[in-house]
């Protein structure tokens, strides 16, 4: 059967419900968003003179609960105008419009009475074959079932997404027995490709797999704290990024999530557990209880394991709890000697090896919390899951850590790990020594470029079924690389395409990556047909390495600086001006000279979730590797006769100097950072392979090497005056300051072109020389080197 979505109805709009539908229109599909009609008037509405019988009265709590996710940071929509697909309505009146829909969600308050109730109304209305889906976190969705006709049955299971929808990428299948295959085949395919989603497979037992295995994580890392007398700091140190883990770590986590949301589910798995050997690890320590009772709940109570508070010159302090004492105190640095060692290793899974040889309290936290974890996941098979791939897929998807129970694992050795369990009182599963005893050594392997997972049936390894279409850059690395030097590595993806992947820490532009960009360009106009630049870290690219050019200019070896930008500029017009198509597949931050490099692609197939932007301002230079002529460039290219034209300048003018970042791909086209023709990834995952083949795309339709442009048309004089005036404006406004005026002129130069008596016409090196003039100048500033040192020290801009 064709299934096609092209409208869906969400029953419920709180948090979950809003978000929901907000990430449906994100993807451009018209939603139905229905809530209860209130029973009461409130005062203002009482005032007005209205009834419970007025629109406005029967919709506000939907209405209310929309505005509040439209106007929450980070926001649930790619763009604000995405919300006028979302059509309100009431459970009462618009009940029967849910038959217009092809998917109707429910996301109504975790109680299977009230959701019995609702689905009654849904029987009356639903159009049979469409699909019927359940948002519960917990409840057994077998259950659900009861009175509902074989229609209902048939087209229904549990669609778990994670909060927040668009930014959480994980979203659990959870059929039933009655479920048709062909529907849950079309949900793990349609939430893969068109929501973005990691959709994993579930069986419907307690809280599925995510929040099974995270909340086992949890409550057996407070057992081990509690063994080893650490303190809430030292635990969030050693249980974040270092690891693999969110900042929040562990005990922020909490404190975000919220204390009672962490109880609730952790209680129902002790209750609904008689089957789970580790059942008792779900029982609350008596600390937890008594924060319950005080209802410090974290971020919704104001207080949790963490605090903010005032000190006595009214500066805000955030203060940790004692579990002990249950008393708040500052936050305590923490330092562990195998942290320290820690921090040179860029290779995650190096890191996680070489921490859990260490021997300090950090390191036993870690290897002990680890060993729980092994001896948890191994046993949740086969109940939880036929396949371990599904429960790391659901970890890293669903609760941000960058590697699975089975990849941690293998990250120890899958050998080395199971000798330490024993040692420690930790035993894994049957099968996990079948499987070594059986010659295989690792949950995974990669086999000709493709990564397959231990199958324990089959006791062979097997691809991961869904990931044909993903190009995941780790797994080509060792058989298809072309040339590498120490920052950047050359990859055959097939097909006549080649790839250049930054590896630098925050994947920052420095001299290896410029000089592995020309030679990507060198080989693949002479063996490719086309390149991507693109990578599966984090981030796409921070930008250029400040570091240096605060070095340099330090040094007052301007000629260097000189040097490094021109080679920067040069780089860029050679990849715009080669004689193969460049596509740039930017995701994350993509910032400063990240964003120049996406500028010069022919093609640029980003991803939903890219966060690009000239920032170079807030450290008080101007964007200089091709930033600012591209553009005056583009600015230029939307003229039309008349005054509208310093307007289109302006507003360009303005997006750089108040160094304004996207907050999705979708935004950095408003932003002019991305053009029209430019495309979206929605899923992550599938972001190289879509560049890839929109690289193909350009080369079969006869790509040809464009030319240099001659004919940028710039202001002169006349806008030079209008942004020395605005600027000069907002000087004596003191809204900005003396050295932001002067950047904003040496901007204003460069972008009209300089002192031109008329409009007038320029070539592509022309503003080039002049934006790099530019920065020059810039870094000879005290101010500039002020405002670069704060950024690489503290992280944060400074406004001097």
Known sequence: MKRIIKKVAVLGSGVMGSRIACHFANIGVPVLLLDIAPKELTPEEEKKGLTLENKAVRNRLVNGHLQAAIQANPSPLYRKSAASLIQTGNFEDNMKDIATADWTIEVVVENLKIKKLVFDQVEQYRRPGTLITSNTSGIPI?????????????????????????YLKLLEIIPTSKTDPEVVDFLMHYGDLHLGKTTVLAKDTPAFIANRVGIYAIMQGLQVMNKLCLTVDEVDKISGPIIGRPKSATFRTLDVVGLDTLANVARGLYQTGEKDESRDMFQLPGYLEKMLENKWLGDKSGQGFYKKTKDAKGKTEIQSLNLETLEYGPKQRVKFQSLETLKPIEDLKKRVKAFSMQQDKAAQFFSESLYGLFQYVSHRIPEISDELYRIDDAMRAGFGWELGPFEYWDAVGAREGVQRMIENGYQPAPWVEEMLNHGKESFYIVENGTRRYYDIDSKEYKAIPGTESFIILDNLRGSKTVWKNSGATLIDLGDGILNVEFHTKMNTLGGDVIQALNKGIEIAEKDFRGMVVGNNGANFSAGANLGLVYMYALEQEYDEINFMIKQFQDTMMRMRYSAIPVVGAPHGLTLGGGCELNLHCDHVQASAETYMGLVEFGVGLIP????????????????????????????????????????????????????????????????????????????????????????????????????????????????????????????????????????????????LDLEREAFLSLTGERKTLERIQSILTTGKPLRN
């Not at 259950?143 to 668009?166: A, I, Q, V, W, Y």
């Not at 600015?635 to 005054?643: F, K, P, R, S, V």
């Not at 304004?660 to 991305?674: F, I, N, P």
């Open 142 to 166: 077998h259950l659900m079932l009861e009175g509902r006709s074989d229609d209902f049955k048939k087209h229904f299971c549990g669609t778990h997404f994670f909060n927040p929808p668009r």
């Open 624 to 767: 200089a590797g091709g930033g600012t002529k591209e553009m005056t460039l583009r600015a230029a290219d939307m003229y039309t006769e008349g005054d509208i034209e310093y307007n289109d300048l302006k507003n360009v003018f303005l997006t750089i100097g108040m160094a304004k970042v996207s907050t999705s791909g979708q935004e950095a086209v408003d932003l002019g950072y991305l053009r029209q023709s430019d495309e979206f990834t929605i899923n992550s995952n599938r972001l190289i392979a879509d560049a890839k083949a929109q690289a193909i795309l350009l080369a079969e339709a006869g790509y040809v090497k464009p030319i240099q442009r001659t004919n940028i048309k710039v202001q002169g004089r006349g806008g030079l005056a209008m942004f020395l005036t605005g600027a000069n404006a907002m000087y004596t406004g003191r809204y900005i300051t003396e050295h932001d005026k002067k950047i904003s002129e040496k901007l204003a130069y460069v972008m009209c072109g300089g002192d031109l008596s008329a409009p007038t016409e320029v070539s592509e090196q022309y503003l």
